[in-house]
């Protein structure tokens, strides 16, 4: 079966300093992953390598079997035109979630459903509902943002990002701006995706929700993927003394409410 991303040998250095070191990685169809590791051990540059904010140094991706770039005198070049299209079939939802202050929940959603893909308004606004309606906002869809929780907006923000059909959702830390009350809803929101099908990378600090909804966590460290497995393994019998480390004092069973 082919997987929805697949990543070979993925290097990433900005100037003299080597983030990834070569990373393989497999996100199979309908799979939520969950990436770990210490602050600047490269999580969020690995997403934005996914979808091609970050041009890899080296190494390859797919997504659903298409080869991301073209390979050209053994390496990969890559054209701006195709980095657009392929930036579509990719949803990515960050810890800030930048919503038009300047319109109405509705239209934040529809925006880039008319603008990128071309949709109709009817259409648009038919496809914003029926996401607003999966992440219980259906009845905000004429509040401006201002008027939302932190929650509800990053709410909004994952609705506009489904809204679009993405293949692949990326989630950077997307609760760890909220305050504490507010965390439970978006990942609840975030564990309904996943029972639907949804295929999902997720950087995260919620070890709880890496332990109840990741089918796959991985533990990035030093540039490479240190460890990664079903989350049981990983979490409750790391095999290295970092990963225990970084988990010791987390509490492995815990969603937020
Ligand atoms: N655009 C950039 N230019 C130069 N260095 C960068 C850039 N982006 C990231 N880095 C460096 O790459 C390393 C990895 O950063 P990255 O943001 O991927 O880490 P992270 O695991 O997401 O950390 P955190 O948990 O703090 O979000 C860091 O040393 C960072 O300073
Ligand atoms: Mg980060």
Not at 69 to 82: L, N, P, S, V
Not at 219 to 229: P, V
Request: aromatic share 6%; glycine share 8%; with cysteine.
């Amino acid at each position: 079966m082919t997987n929805a991303v697949e990543i070979r040998g993925l290097r990433k250095s900005f100037s003299d300093l080597e983030v990834l070191k070569g990373i393989d990685l497999d996100v199979a169809e309908g799979e939520a992953v969950v990436l770990l590791g210490s602050s600047g051990s490269g999580k969020s540059t690995l997403l934005r390598c996914i979808n091609f904010m970050e041009e890899p140094t080296a190494g390859q991706i797919r997504l659903n079997g298409d080869l991301i770039g073209t390979e050209q005198g053994g390496r990969m070049r890559y054209h701006e035109a195709d980095l657009c299209k392929l930036r579509t079939r990719i949803g990515m939802v960050f810890q800030h979630f930048n919503l038009f202050p300047h319109m109405t929940v509705l239209e934040n959603v529809m925006e880039g459903q008319t603008i990128v893909l071309g949709r109709s308004k009817a259409e648009a606004k038919d496809k914003a509902m029926t996401q607003l309606l999966r992440v219980g906002l259906e009845m905000k869809a004429e509040e401006y943002p201002a008027r939302l929780s932190g929650g509800q907006k990053q709410r909004v923000a994952i609705a506009r990002a489904l809204a679009m059909d993405p293949e692949v959702m990326l989630f950077d830390e997307v609760t760890s701006a909220l305050d504490p009350e507010l965390v439970g809803e978006v990942l609840k929101t975030m564990l309904q995706l996943a029972e639907d099908g949804m295929t999902m990378v997720c950087v995260t600090h919620e070890i709880g929700f890496a332990y109840h909804v990741a089918n796959k966590v991985c533990f990035l460290h030093d540039g490479l993927i240190l460890e990664q497995g079903a989350p049981q393994f990983v979490l409750q019998t790391p095999e290295t003394q970092r990963v225990r480390d970084f988990l010791a004092g987390h509490s492995l069973f815990k969603l937020p409410n």
